[in-house]
């Protein structure tokens, strides 16, 4: 089976090529080799690879940039899904799609089932969610959130950064969500596509904590392997002490059971592959 990835360079399209089924031939494509916003090129790739599968691993991610760049994320988000979808409905290949917990706004007290009313804070949930609609009902389309992975540009690679330069870190502790290692979103996002599976599907680590939770466990982590040399002191702030350009979900804990039936069982405890990602980090110093 051949497919074939978009978005190939970043934590998620690495992690697919790493972690593909074997006997899977993999075609990967990112920016520099593929504007899938771009219909024709889009559509002449696909009719000359013929994959199976087409795995979206392309997103405009910035979100506070999103809020004065609206177009731009709407064009990566959401128009460029459909043109995804399209060129593999007309190749007979099927489509994976990743989506955010961005897509909620938060109010709610307990985690978000894949049928729970939509109302996205600012322009990055609002593109994502045109994405979703735009990918169409016979997408296996997965949300998730707060994603790392041992190479890129992440909350994990950032604290390590700043721990080690600074005095203190401030990190906000009223947003709770769930951190998600890429190659597990990877793995899950493979062996749902492999049983054919359609429809919205939630997938993160398992557990639930605030940006100071994982902050915390970042730094006894990287001290613990000797990643870090010393402790210093990570501060709790709210949110309105750290105003950004974007509104972002105050509980964004998205509800996995249905996702944790078709796999078989839970994905491991965020923390557990918080360890094993800053095993695989301590192979390499931070850039």
Do not use: C
């Not at 998600?180 to 990877?186: D, F, S, V, W």
Request: hydrophobic share 50%.
């Amino acid at each position: 089976m051949k497919a074939l990835i978009v978005g190939g360079k970043g934590q998620l399209g690495r992690g697919l090529a790493a972690t593909a089924p074997e006997g899977v031939e993999i075609v990967s494509h990112d920016v520099d080799t593929l504007d899938i916003t771009d219909r024709a090129a889009v559509t002449a790739l696909i009719d000359a690879e013929r994959p199976a599968l087409l795995l979206n691993a392309a997103a405009y991610t910035a979100v506070d940039k999103a809020e004065a760049e609206e177009d731009a994320a709407y064009a990566v988000n959401a128009a460029a899904v459909g043109i995804l979808a399209d060129a593999a409905r007309n190749a007979g290949a099927r489509l994976v799609h990743v989506s955010t917990d961005f897509v909620f706004d938060g109010a709610s007290g307990i985690p978000y089932a894949p049928s729970a009313p939509t109302s996205p804070l600012g322009a990055y949930g609002r593109t994502k969610l045109a994405g979703e609609v735009a990918a169409g009902e016979d997408t296996l389309i997965v949300r998730t959130a707060w994603v790392y992975a041992p190479t890129g540009g992440n909350f994990v690679r950032t604290m390590l950064r700043l721990m080690g330069q600074h005095p203190q870190v401030r990190v906000v502790a009223d947003q709770i969500g769930t951190p998600t290692y890429a190659p597990g979103l990877a793995a899950a996002l493979w062996a749902l596509a492999g049983q054919g599976a359609s429809g919205i599907y939630h997938y993160t680590d398992s557990g639930a904590a605030s940006w100071y939770d994982f902050a915390v466990a970042i730094q006894e982590e990287a001290l613990a392997i000797g990643l870090l040399d010393k402790a210093v002191p990570v501060v709790p702030i709210s949110t309105a002490d750290f105003p950004t350009p974007a509104r972002r979900p105050s509980y964004s804990v998205l509800d996995k059971e249905a996702t944790w039936a078709a796999l078989g069982g839970p994905a491991p405890h965020w923390r557990a592959n918080l360890r094993i990602m800053m095993a695989e980090i301590a192979k390499e110093p931070l850039a």
